[in-house]
Nanobody, 124 residues
Framework: QVQLEESGGGLVQAGGSLRLSCRASGRTFSSLAMGWFRQAPGKERGFVAAIGWSGSNTKYADSVKGRFTISRDNIKNTVYLQMNNLEPEDTAVYHC?????????????????WGQGTQVTVSS
């Protein structure tokens, strides 16, 4: 079993930045690929970014490429999502996810564990 705890959400103006963190416990972190998904009110859950267990492979949704960066620290058992140049359309609950495997995947059905989520609100 894996427990995921997100932090770092909040309210920010358009053009601002936030960094989300997700700390994992319960399983060897370095054996997990990690991802971030988001869900806005009335919308389906959508892929944001994912990173392989070594940190060298990453994937991003087209809507966040060039603005968001995913990274991980296998010593601290933590994955990060640095979000720059935020837009009102980025407003959502952001969920950290983990999957047993080495490669990042963009489909939520490939993930085995989910965090409770952290709210990100971007004002215009």
């Amino acid at each position: 079993q894996v427990q995921l705890e997100e932090s770092g959400g909040g309210l920010v103006q358009a053009g601002g930045s936030l960094r989300l963190s997700c700390r994992a416990s319960g399983r060897t972190f370095s054996s997990l690929a990690m991802g971030w998904f988001r869900q806005a009110p009335g919308k389906e859950r959508g892929f944001v970014a994912a990173i392989g267990w070594s940190g060298s492979n990453t994937k991003y949704a087209d809507s966040v490429k060039g603005r968001f960066t995913i990274s991980r620290d296998n010593i601290k058992n933590t994955v990060y999502l640095q979000m720059n140049n935020l837009e009102p359309e980025d407003t959502a609950v952001y969920h950290c996810t983990a999957r047993r495997g080495s490669q990042p995947q963009p489909a939520f059905r490939d993930y085995n564990y989910w965090g409770q989520g952290t709210q990100v609100t971007v004002s215009s």
